[in-house]
Antibody
Framework: EVQLVESGGGLVQPGGSLRLSCAAS????????MHWVRQAPGKGLVWVSR????????TYADSVKGRFTISRDNAKNTVYLQMNSLRAEDTAVYYC???????????WGQGTMVTVSS | SYELTQPPSVSVSPGQTASITCSGD??????AYWYQQKPGQSPVVVIY???KRPSGIPERFSGSKSGNTATLTISGTQAMDEADYYC?????????FGGGTKLTVL
């Protein structure tokens, strides 16, 4: 079964750090770009970051540039999102997603909730 | 920064046709994608590359584009189609989502 499973979310204080993981299974992970997309409570989808298949190229939304780092371990079929200097406005469900069958995001994880609050 | 504009809400009666628009500068030069998201669930792509339908998506879902406006059309709308719908496009090397449209079937 093709699957993405996120983990690592939780409650963190403003200014703190958190690392999210997304474990892939059921497809050849090392061939595909991987993305993170977030959704604040009651709000819309917002793209966060992407990484190419071998990890040599990354792109970030302006809102997280310099604070978040995306990386991947193809041996572990896992993509990560290191989040530093967290702010209240980073509170959201974080999804990993990939364009595996087309150039759309056709595989999504179930999401992991990150809450930034004191 | 690039923006995609969607109406916040659309209402449709069961069996009727629902149309959700998405507009953006030079969207005519880009592909549009559409996602359906039901409460508590992850998004699902229903249209890619303006008008292509992924395997498993019902034929009542279709996509089109005219100028800088993309349209998702749901023909013979069913109660199960009630959801939030998001359009998406690429702007240079970043991804942009529209603000989302809540489709109410009543």
């Amino acid at each position: 079964e093709v699957q993405l499973v996120e983990s690592g979310g939780g409650l963190v204080q403003p200014g703190g750090s958190l690392r999210l993981s997304c474990a892939a299974s059921g497809f050849t992970f090392s061939r595909y770009w991987m993305h993170w997309v977030r959704q604040a409570p009651g709000k819309g989808l917002v793209w966060v970051s992407r990484i190419n298949s071998d990890g040599s190229s990354t792109t970030y939304a302006d809102s997280v540039k310099g604070r978040f780092t995306i990386s991947r371990d193809n041996a572990k079929n896992t993509v990560y999102l290191q989040m530093n200097s967290l702010r209240a406005e980073d509170t959201a469900v974080y999804y990993c997603a990939t364009p595996a069958y087309s150039d759309a995001f056709d595989i999504w994880g179930q999401g992991t909730m990150v809450t930034v609050s004191s | 920064s690039y923006e995609l504009t969607q109406p916040p809400s659309v209402s449709v009666s069961p069996g009727q046709t629902a149309s959700i628009t998405c507009s953006g500068d030079k969207l005519g030069d880009k592909y549009a994608y559409w996602y359906q998201q039901k409460p508590g669930q992850s998004p699902v792509v229903v249209i890619y590359q303006d008008s292509k339908r992924p395997s498993g998506i019902p034929e009542r879902f279709s996509g089109s584009k005219s100028g800088n406006t993309a349209t998702l059309t749901i023909s013979g709308t069913q109660a199960m189609d009630e959801a939030d719908y998001y359009c998406q496009a690429w702007d240079s090397s970043t991804v942009v989502f529209g603000g989302g449209t809540k489709l109410t079937v009543l």
